[in-house]
């Protein structure tokens, strides 16, 4: 079999996927595209890459979407230039989604803003329009209803995945000055969600660089159909996939420091933390 990277799993993926989804056989889609069932095989095996130039008409008979499809090409283009996947938040976040369906072990890290598959419906309609105040309402609309499918992913799995998310509490506490109603309905919503099996929420309190303070790590764990491992991060205007097995163990390292520094979201009381503030700067 040929060598396999975090792009070649996502484009082999999304197609078989796809496909499963429309409930067409390889023999269809190899028809319509005017492949054999085999190469259709080959390629959702990931024995052979998948041709950019076959990307549109594999998309169309796998009834995927004008996006998908346009993303699909940027990982191929990627592939083929041995780089890491970059493009905007809003096409990464499809490689996350599909990466959270088969990942064994997920890490979800940011310092500012709750996770989310873990943020809830007035969260979102209040804290990120904040955030993100040129955000249009189809543009928030569309964002919940991509959140509200990754948690229904999360939670649907049956192989129990290891998930750990790791929230700063500079989070906790802007939503806390924005609203405290917000606040307690979101942090009923984490501990519920820190019930689940595999499931751990964490809590940073330690000040973290800006360069540091968002990052995702996914690895395969025990499930077969995982991506081989990779890091997720951010800037203002682009983000990457990396493949890259150093880079990965240094974001690797990180983030045990991190998680060693945490605490359970089970014995976090921000009252305290506030009160003590609140004596320290009066």
Not at 79 to 108: Q, V, W
Not at 167 to 176: D, N
Not at 218 to 247: H, M, Q
Not at 250 to 267: T, V
Request: with cysteine; charged share 30%.
């Amino acid at each position: 079999m040929a060598e396999q990277d975090s792009g070649r799993w996502f484009l082999r993926t999304m197609i078989r996927k796809g496909r499963n989804t429309t409930g067409r056989s390889q023999r269809e889609v190899g028809d319509e595209v005017d492949r054999s069932k085999d190469t259709i095989s080959d390629w959702e095996k990931g024995k052979t890459d998948i041709p950019i130039l076959a990307i549109d008409g594999l998309a169309s008979a796998c009834n995927l979407s004008a996006e998908i499809c346009s993303y699909m090409k940027s990982v191929a283009r990627a592939r083929k230039n041995s780089t890491p996947i970059e493009a905007d938040m809003r096409y990464n976040a499809l490689f996350l989604a599909l990466a959270e369906e088969y990942s064994g072990f997920i890490f979800k890290f940011d310092i500012l803003i709750i996770p989310g598959p873990l943020q809830i419906r007035v969260y979102h309609d209040n804290v990120v329009r904040v955030i993100d105040p040129f955000a249009t309402d189809e543009d928030l609309e569309d964002g919940w209803g991509f959140k509200e499918e990754r948690a229904e992913s999360l939670e649907a799995r049956t192989d129990l995945p290891t998930v750990h998310f790791l929230i700063g509490e500079g989070a906790l506490l802007m939503l806390r000055q924005i609203s405290e109603e917000i606040y307690q309905e979101q942090m009923a919503h984490l501990r519920s969600w820190a019930q689940k099996p595999g499931i751990v929420i964490r809590i940073l309190r330690a000040p973290v660089p800006v360069r540091l303070g968002s990052f995702d790590i996914y690895k395969p764990g025990r499930n077969k159909l995982a991506s081989p491992p990779f890091v997720y991060t951010e800037i203002a205007d682009s983000s990457w996939c990396i493949s890259d097995p150093d880079r990965i163990a240094g974001y690797d390292e990180i983030r045990k420091m991190l998680w060693n520094l945490a605490i359970r979201i089970e014995d976090y009381h921000d009252d305290d933390r506030r009160d003590s503030l609140a004596q320290e700067h009066p």
